[in-house]
């Protein structure tokens, strides 16, 4: 099952392994092994730190007949340090090197956000510190014009086949779509029963802009960064409202929270060590949930944001 992306026609799995805190030293034998087990989509970014890593694993992949690189979709995302004219192709190049690449399927903002430029031969990934030291972050002011403007020449130097944005809000959005020649082909967003969004996911539709879905299961991908949320809130996995529709329906509680994205047209990047659970969550769309299955899980909404840059040192209210 995929979503074709518009302008470039392109199908892009609605099923895909995520990258994010897998880590590097594991990184090239687990993507060896997701795409062994059926992934063709995987989501990197260039703060994740394991670009390297997961590029072994898909030249190791292919070298052993596993895939062709025109059956991978592969996603990485240009981060917050780099976003000004002077920067962002030559960081696109310094990722698709990273990887062993020509070209990405997907280039995407990683954030709206522009921080001061770090150089990445003194610490790469620069991550959200300044000056570490001191602990603090510092910003440049560089509008997403012109950072667009440079994602579009990525497109046509042959560098992405599509571009788009990530933890966009709708008024940047649309802002966004006022200048761009090439407009976003996804909107990759925190996305899960617990933070519904229905208002941003309505507009991405009525612009043509594909949406994925990260943080699929809620707060368990928090927990081990010690989110304090997410240590007391309820987990997804667990609710009562979940694990009896999965019983319904012979599967995991993790299978129904990917399909109640999955069957509304929301691609999803979850990710997993677990070969068993790595099938798992690869074959979620063998079934379908009721209507009212879907509304149930939808109403557990909360508005619940765990990937929320307030919480970073330097408290920056993008989604205020």
């Not at 190049?93 to 003194?122: C, E, M, R």
């Amino acid at each position: 099952m995929s979503i074709a992306l518009k302008p470039s026609g392109q199908k892009m799995p609605i099923v895909g392994f995520g990258l994010w805190k897998v880590p590097a030293e594991t990184c090239a034998s687990t993507v060896y092994s997701a795409i062994k087990a059926g992934y063709r989509l995987f989501d990197g970014a260039q703060d994740y730190g394991n670009e390297k890593e997961a590029g072994e694993g898909v030249r190791r992949a292919i070298a052993d007949g596993l895939v062709k690189r025109e059956e991978l979709f592969i996603t990485s995302k240009l981060w917050n340090t780099f976003h000004s004219k002077e920067h962002v192709l030559e960081m696109t190049t310094k990722s698709l090197n990273d990887w062993g690449l020509d070209y990405f399927d997907l280039w995407l903002i990683h954030f709206p956000i522009s921080q001061k430029y770090v150089d990445p031969a003194v610490r790469y990934p620069p991550n959200l510190l300044y000056d570490v030291e001191a602990g603090t972050m510092e910003f440049e002011d560089v509008p997403i014009a012109e950072t667009w403007a440079e994602m579009e020449k990525a497109v046509g130097l042959g560098y992405a086949k599509n571009i788009g944005i990530s933890n966009f809000c709708g008024g940047l959005i649309i802002d966004l779509l006022r200048h761009a020649k090439i407009p976003p082909a996804v909107l990759q967003i925190e996305h899960h029963p617990y933070l519904t969004q229905p208002q941003l996911i309505a507009l991405a539709e009525q612009r043509g802009i594909a949406v994925t879905a990260y943080s699929s299961f809620g707060p368990q991908s928090f927990l081990e960064l010690g989110h304090t949320v997410a240590q007391n809130v309820g987990l997804l996995l667990e609710a009562d409202l979940i694990t009896s529709i999965a019983k319904a329906h012979d599967k995991t509680p993790a299978q129904v929270l990917l399909r109640w994205a999955t069957q509304r047209g929301i691609a999803v990047i979850p990710k997993s060590n677990r070969l068993e659970r790595l099938k798992e969550n690869l074959n979620n769309i063998d079934f379908d949930l009721t209507p009212d299955e879907l509304e149930k899980i939808s109403g557990l909404n909360i508005g619940l944001r765990f990937n929320d840059p307030a919480d970073w040192p330097g408290q920056i209210y993008i989604f205020a």
